[in-house]
Antibody, heavy 116, light 110 residues
């Protein structure tokens, strides 16, 4: 059974940093691109970042470019999102999803709240 | 990276069909076939319903179908059922490792 479990969310002050993790199981992690998608409270889905199967290709939404860094460790079946210079508008539920072009499995998400 | 445009809401009676549009540009929807659709029930994670414009993942009922013409993609739900009531989002590849989601459509079953 494919499982994606996010962790690392929490409350952080503006300007602060957080590192999200996504633990994958039930499939060969290194065969798939991965994606982070966020959803602000009561709002729609927003693509944040994606990474290819080997980490050789990455992409970022304009809203996070230069502040967030996506990475992966295929040996640990894990996906990461390093988030720096956090802003109030980054407050959202962050989901990791399997796939680069289409996302066929999603985790339940980890909540990030940026507030002073 | 502007969001793709979807109608805020759509509705139909059980057994009827509903079609949701998703309008983008030649840089996203019109420029490739990596259009996908996601269903999201309240408090739940999104679920992939359609990928590469017309393809259905295993387990998705054939009542769900996708199409594209120019810069607009569409999702049609035929034979509407109560469990189809949910939010639906389109998504498209937008070039150079970038993606964009639609604004979302709330489908109500009357």
């Amino acid at each position: 059974e494919v499982q994606l479990v996010e962790s690392g969310g929490g409350v952080v002050r503006p300007g602060g940093s957080l590192r999200l993790s996504c633990a994958a199981s039930g499939f060969t992690f290194g065969d798939y691109g991965m994606t982070w998608v966020r959803q602000a409270p009561g709002k729609g889905l927003e693509w944040v970042s994606g990474i290819s199967w080997n980490g050789g290709s990455t992409g970022y939404a304009d809203s996070v470019k230069g502040r967030f860094t996506i990475s992966r460790d295929n040996a640990k079946n894990s996906l990461y999102l390093q988030m720096n210079s956090l802003r109030a508008e980054d407050t959202a539920l962050y989901h990791c999803a399997r796939g680069f072009y289409s996302k066929d499995y999603w985790g339940q998400g980890t909540l990030v709240t940026v507030s002073s | 990276q502007s969001a793709l445009t979807q109608p805020p809401s759509a509705s139909g009676s059980p057994g009827q069909s509903v079609t949701i549009s998703c309008t983008g540009t030649s840089s996203d929807i019109g420029g490739n076939d990596y259009v996908s659709w996601y269903q999201q029930h309240p408090g739940k994670a999104p679920k992939l319903m359609i990928y590469e414009v017309t393809k259905r993942p295993s387990g998705v009922p054939d009542r769900f179908s996708g199409s594209k013409s120019g810069n607009t993609a569409s999702l049609t739900v035929s034979g509407l059922q109560a469990e189809d009531e949910a939010d639906y989002y389109c998504s498209s590849y937008a070039g150079i490792n970038n993606f964009v989601f639609g604004t979302g459509t709330k489908v109500s079953v009357l």
